[in-house]
């Protein structure tokens, strides 16, 4: 068998980092982590870098179970961008917090290789590999603090829901695969066109399986009791990198299955996820309303942009399509840079959870202040911000497909979600600070939230090339 | 070289980015910088009065450049005769609100960032001719203000300002909505998806649904304006806001409600403004007369200013729905008169505030005696919001009265009792604080203006008078604007009528009840008297 190396490269770069990072365990199995981080940093240049070159290519083979095309390189490049953003983090953070270990870069990269598989899959088996090698490196990094109660909770729960959640998900696999005799998207695609097999009750008890099992990935109402505990327990960088990324790799394999082989039931699941939005939207910001925590906070806000995302999937459009991208694009930087700053005026053991204690952080450390008030208002939509513009880009998808009624919860929902996010920026400049300088942490985080927030302003001041190349990617779904 | 318009709404940005990055810690280099930046963007803006062409309505000193093509989102900037005083008011209120904040002692560099971040955005809405683009301007423009009320502001700041953020919100964001199914509409109408100002100008929307896009439209207008019962926010945030902040909140914040009103409402959704108008008016009516009974039992003076801008704000947005020319010229000079006077009366209080630290009518009296030169430029601000003859207030009052009388008489004896109630209550409280003997010590030991402060107000009064007295150079460059507008609105909602006849629907109560008197006539009649 010939096999496609062009296909095959930005996975096989991501492999060989992972391989090498496995190495240097192996030569210096007590290292803090440092040169690991380097070479995964390097890694992930290459991969990026590949990534880009790679623009415009559309490779398929493996029996036609895995594709390079410009929609999974975009998806790449999110995660990519995710990935990258948590190793500058990481390492200070462990550093202070004494967890820095091989292991964890190691386990940064296969889960991206598994995202990365998620999103160029086009097989229902490669997806669900790609989700698996995803999932489980992930429940290891959230207890990767072995020492403390609340990572290995978190660790505990987000296995067995996962585990649930795989099992949902293989066996809506199973009912397909039952139905249509095949686990690839274009064979099932062509045959639901066909109507070889029309509203059979076993294809859609199928694809509403399927459909829970990815609403439990991106922690869609009511499938999102984990996400707060999950993201409050774990390390703060792994919080970081979990709301990103993976969320992302679940949003590109669903869009992947809905628009390649579930197209011809559109009529079905769109109801389906237009409710599945509402609420997951409604119920994630009235939740995030009552927070103190500020990880918390931002599980819930995450749980209410996977509802904004879904609102671009009812819609199903390549304009919603180019949307949802373009939002996972902005959400990956704002998100993340978020996380950056509660780690970088954190303190060992985290004392600086509670919204509150950020009082008075605004005066005392004004890059950081002003960071976390842009990520903020980003994650706000408000203009002139990345998050503003993806939003807008969403509820005009939204409105063109006549989903007025949604748009119109979307943006009450946003009006909602201003109070928590603002709640930080009253909290960092309208109250007194309670005067506790925080230690300093090696400079190495500043560059994610640097380039976060360059990333934010520049997304959301000029987004016509990131628009655009989210449009390209669209083509490749038909 | 950068346009006009771009360099007066991004000159005061890049003063605050300046700020930002340098100002820290150095107070009195900070307060400078800021009084310079926004001096020389006023300075800039007078270019815009001295080449303004006021016999045409077209778009002047236009700049366009595409932002979002695909999106058909550009970068339009242009004024007419509706926005060119209120620019210029802009400019002239900030440099005023920033001279007037030098004993600002915390966070200056970050404050005066503020104030000129808060200009850009202000700027901004009234220079946009993209739908969207206005849109971001009149969004991002929250923030500034936000932190002004909220890191500056009195005791109950922050729930002043979340409220005032969210309230402003609520309505925004349906706007938001409507925005883009506009865009929509007019796209699959007429093949280009674009949201520029201009083209959705010339296309008409159905009547069933220009009800509702007016709707969204309005409300988030009627919020910021605020038409009752929409005020709540405002007391709230005046009285919260510091001395500045008020200024701009009621010189030039609430103005872009009704400058929405006149830009957006009447022009794109002409059909559904004639619907609504009575109702509207009602809102209006009840508001002036509700802002002005209100006023006047607060005993608070700066609470007595907010809800006499409740008042005072009601009686534009019911000259804007007069919909003939005295109306709406009175109300877009009644919107500077309005900046013009509350503003002075905020700095006032402001200044009686820096004394004595005490806002209560209870706690003056006598001023006149100690504090003479204060006490006669409260004086003018006063009846120049009372309205008093000579003064810029009566001009605008009287045109809307009298645009108001001409097409809804029994709204316009309603609304003429709020003259007579804004003097009962403004004239009480001056009486109480200003005249009688000075009873405390406290104000007996006053000290007169300074310096600073005569230069905050003499601009202001000057400026009252010339209003007052010759108010030809004001009034003549919204003519040919609101001429416009006016044929644009009631043409289409003829053509309208005329396919209501056709079809035997029966025509708009509206139209009906204007056909008499005729406002296309009474254009007429001013243009006559013009020449």
């Known amino acids: ?478 | 070289m950068p346009g006009t318009l771009t360099t007066i709404i991004f000159l005061p940005f890049a003063g605050a980015v300046l700020l930002l990055l340098v100002g820290r810690g150095r107070d009195g280099f900070s307060r400078l910088l800021a009084l310079v930046v926004s001096a020389a963007t006023f300075l800039i803006s007078l270019s815009l009065y001295m080449g303004f062409d006021a016999s045409t309505s077209a778009m002047q000193f236009v700049e366009e450049a595409p932002w979002v093509e695909s999106m058909g989102i550009s970068y339009s900037l242009g004024v007419d005769g509706i926005s060119l005083l209120l620019v210029l008011m802009t400019t002239l209120l900030t440099t005023l609100a920033i001279l007037a904040s030098w004993n600002i002692n915390s966070r200056v560099a970050e404050y005066m960032a503020a104030m000129l971040a808060l200009e850009t955005g202000m700027l901004g809405v009234f220079c946009s001719l993209d739908l969207f683009l206005f849109y971001v301007f009149w969004e991002a423009m929250l923030i500034p203000m936000y932190l002004l009320i909220g890191i500056w502001g009195g005791e109950r700041r922050i729930y002043a300002t979340v409220k005032f953020v969210l309230y402003t919100l609520a309505g925004s964001l349906l706007m938001l909505v409507a925005i883009i199914y506009l865009y929509f509409h007019h796209g699959a109408a007429t093949g280009t998806y674009t949201f520029d100002l201009i083209a959705l100008y010339a296309f008409t929307v159905e009547r069933g649904a220009q009800y509702w896009l007016f709707l969204a439209f309005f409300l988030s207008f009627a919020i910021k304006v605020p038409l009752f019962p929409f005020h709540t926010w405002l007391p709230d945030a005046h009285v919260e806001a510091p001395t500045a902040g008020s200024v701009i909140l009621a010189g030039v914040l609430l103005k872009m409600g009704t400058y929405g009103l006149i830009r957006f409402c009447l022009p794109l959704f002409p059909l559904a403004a004639a619907y609504f108008t009575p109702y509207i008016l009602v809102l209006s009516v009840v508001g002036i007369v509700y802002g002005a009974l209100v006023a006047m039992v607060q005993p608070d003076i700066k609470k007595l200013v907010a809800y006499s801008s409740v008042s005072h704000l009601g009686f534009i947005v019911a000259g804007i729905f007069a919909l003939n020319a005295q109306g709406l010229q009175g109300s877009i000079l009644q919107m500077v008169n309005h900046g013009l006077s509350t503003g002075a009366l905020f700095l006032i209080v402001g200044m009686l505030y820096d004394r004595r630290h005490t806002r209560q009518i209870g706690d003056f009296g006598g001023l006149a005696k100690t504090v003479p030169v204060f006490s006669v430029f409260f004086m003018i601000a006063t009846l120049s919001s009372i309205g008093l003859p000579g003064l810029n207030g009566f001009v605008g009052e009287f045109l809307i009265l009298l645009g108001l009388f001409k097409a809804f008489p029994v709204f316009g004896v309603i609304a003429a009792s709020g003259v007579v109630l804004a003097a009962v209550y403004m004239l009480w409280m001056f009486q109480r604080v200003v005249w009688g003997e000075p009873t405390l010590q406290e104000n007996k030991d006053l000290k007169d203006l300074s310096g600073r402060e005569w230069a905050v107000l003499v601009p202001v009064v000057v400026l009252m008078f010339w209003i007052g007295l010759y108010p030809k150079p004001f009034l003549g460059t919204s003519k040919a604007s609101v001429r416009h507008l006016i044929s644009h609105v009631r043409s289409q909602q003829m053509q309208d009528d005329d396919k209501a006849v056709a079809s035997d629907r029966p025509k708009s109560e509206y139209r009906l009840k204007n056909s008499e008197g005729g406002s296309l006539v009474s254009t007429q009649q001013i243009d006559s008297r013009d020449r």
Request: aromatic residues 10%; contains cysteine; neutral net charge.
């Open chain 1, 1 to 478: 068998m010939d096999i496609n190396w062009t296909l095959l490269l930005p996975h096989l770069i991501v492999a060989g980092t992972a391989l090498l990072v496995l190495c240097l365990d192996i030569v210096r199995p007590h290292s803090d982590g440092k040169a690991a981080a380097w070479l995964t940093l390097l890694g992930v240049a290459a991969c990026l870098i590949a990534t880009v070159k790679l623009w415009g290519a559309w490779e398929y083979g493996f029996s036609g179970m895995l594709v390079l095309d410009n929609y999974s390189l975009f998806a790449t490049a999110i995660f990519l961008i995710g990935t990258g953003l948590t190793v500058f983090m990481s390492t200070g953070y462990l550093a202070r917090e004494g967890g820095g270990r091989n292991e964890y870069y190691l386990l940064l990269l296969t889960a991206t290789l598994g995202m990365m598989l998620m999103a160029s899959g086009t097989d229902l088996i490669v997806i669900f590999l790609g989700l698996e090698l995803m999932s489980l490196s992930l429940y290891i990094l959230v207890g990767f603090f072995r020492d403390r109660p609340v990572s290995n909770e978190a660790s505990m729960k987000y296995l067995l829901l996962g585990a649930f959640a795989t099992g949902f998900l293989l066996y809506g696999i199973a009912l397909i695969y039952g139905t249509i005799g095949s686990t690839n998207l274009r064979e099932i695609g062509l045959a639901l066109k066909q109507g070889r097999v029309q509203g059979d009750l076993m294809l859609l008890g199928g694809a509403s399986l399927l459909l829970v099992g990815f609403a439990f990935k991106i922690a869609a109402v009511p499938f999102h009791m984990w996400a707060p505990d999950v993201y409050d327990g774990a390390p703060t960088s792994v919080t970081a990198f979990i709301s990103a990324g993976p969320k992302a790799a679940a949003f590109i394999a669903l869009i992947r299955i809905l628009m390649l082989s579930l197209k011809p039931l559109e009529h079905e699941w769109a109801s389906v996820i237009w409710i599945l939005a509402a609420v997951t939207m409604t119920v994630g910001n009235l939740s995030a309303l009552s927070q103190q925590s500020i990880k918390r906070m931002l599980a819930y806000s995450s749980v209410a942009h996977a509802g904004y995302v879904l609102v671009a999937l009812a819609a199903g459009t390549d304009r919603a399509i180019t949307a949802a991208l373009f939002y996972l694009l902005a959400y990956t930087f704002m998100n993340i840079g978020a996380f950056a700053v509660i780690i970088l005026v954190g303190k060992k053991g985290e004392e600086n959870q509670d919204i509150s204690s950020y009082a008075g952080l605004g005066f005392e450390r004004p890059a950081m202040g002003l960071a976390l008030a842009l990520f903020m208002i980003s994650l706000a939509g408000l203009p002139p911000t990345a998050g503003f513009f993806g939003k807008f880009t969403i509820f005009s998808a939204a409105v063109e497909q006549g989903m007025i009624s949604l748009a119109i919860i979307g943006v009450l929902n946003s009006l909602v979600s201003v109070y928590f996010y603002l709640s930080v920026v009253v909290s960092m400049y309208m109250r007194p600070s309670t005067g506790s300088s925080p230690a300093a942490l090696s400079p190495m985080g500043y560059v994610t939230v640097g380039i976060a927030s360059v990333a934010t302003l520049v997304i959301g001041l000029a987004p016509s090339r990131f628009l655009a190349l989210a449009r390209e990617t669209v083509a490749s779904l038909m």
